[in-house]
């Protein structure tokens, strides 16, 4: 992701972004240097901050020790915090991705080791006052971003029920009943033999 040619970081992210669907993948990930790369990729794809912001909210849900340790030592979260200070113009969703950047220095704040020294540092940032009581799901595309539901089209970010059962067909949700009905074949009528 440190490549000079702008479309190898763009690529890589996008890799990433993908094999952060997997916990597997995110636990290997933990074992190597991840969060710098993703730092020098953002900073050369800011048309990518959005999908970067996806991949990392999917590597902080998971709550692995050694990735919060990578964002400490990596300053990843001072430049989390830069990127909620920007406007992010070149990105394609600029809300969301702040959104996915808050929920995942919440994460990164939960974790047992470092949790306070994170804390710390965004007691400590101006910007973070205005994102750390808020409630993000509303600047939520209906893209599926690991953790949360999508209804269909036209609605954002919501849990979303199933279909609504309306009184005419309240019966087809109903467990079925416990005896057979009177008129019912019973199986016993084997009488052909």
Same mark, same amino acid.
């Given at each position: 992701?440190?490549?000079?040619?702008?479309?190898?970081?763009?690529?890589?992210?996008?890799?990433?972004?993908?094999?952060?669907?997997?916990?597997?993948?995110?636990?290997?990930?933990?074992?190597?240097?991840?969060?710098?790369?993703?730092?020098?990729?953002?900073?050369?794809?800011?048309?990518?901050?959005?999908?970067?912001?996806?991949?990392?909210?999917?590597?902080?849900?998971?709550?692995?020790?050694?990735?919060?340790?990578?964002?400490?030592?990596?300053?990843?979260?001072?430049?989390?915090?830069?990127?909620?200070?920007?406007?992010?113009?070149?990105?394609? $969703?600029?809300?969301?991705? $702040?959104?996915?950047?808050?929920?995942?220095?919440?994460?990164?704040? $939960?974790?047992?080791?470092?949790?306070?020294?994170?804390?710390?540092?965004?007691?400590?940032?101006?910007?973070?006052?205005?994102?750390?009581?808020?409630?993000?799901?509303?600047?939520?595309?209906?893209?599926?971003?690991?953790?949360?539901?999508?209804?269909?089209?036209?609605?954002?970010?919501?849990?979303?029920?199933?279909?609504?059962?309306?009184?005419?067909?309240?019966?087809?949700?109903?467990?079925?009943?416990?005896?057979?009905?009177?008129?019912?074949?019973?199986?016993?009528?084997?009488?052909?033999?």
């Amino acid at each position: 992701m440190k490549a000079d040619n702008e479309v190898i970081p763009k690529a890589c992210l996008q890799v990433t972004h993908i094999l952060a669907d997997s916990e597997v993948c995110v636990r290997t990930m933990s074992k190597c240097d991840t969060v710098v790369p993703l730092i020098c990729a953002m900073k050369k794809r800011k048309d990518s901050v959005h999908v970067a912001a996806e991949t990392i909210k999917k590597l902080y849900d998971l709550m692995i020790p050694e990735l919060v340790v990578q964002a400490v030592n990596g300053e990843l979260i001072p430049f989390l915090l830069k990127l909620l200070e920007d406007p992010l113009s070149e990105c394609d $969703k600029p809300s969301a991705a $702040k959104a996915l950047i808050a929920e995942s220095l919440k994460n990164m704040a $939960k974790d047992l080791a470092n949790g306070e020294r994170i804390l710390e540092i965004l007691e400590k940032s101006p910007v973070w006052s205005a994102y750390k009581d808020q409630k993000h799901d509303l600047f939520l595309t209906n893209t599926t971003v690991s953790g949360y539901l999508t209804g269909p089209s036209g609605v954002a970010g919501y849990l979303t029920a199933g279909t609504s059962s309306s009184a005419n067909n309240a019966n087809s949700s109903a467990p079925p009943p416990l005896e057979p009905p009177e008129d019912a074949p019973t199986g016993d009528d084997d009488d052909d033999d």
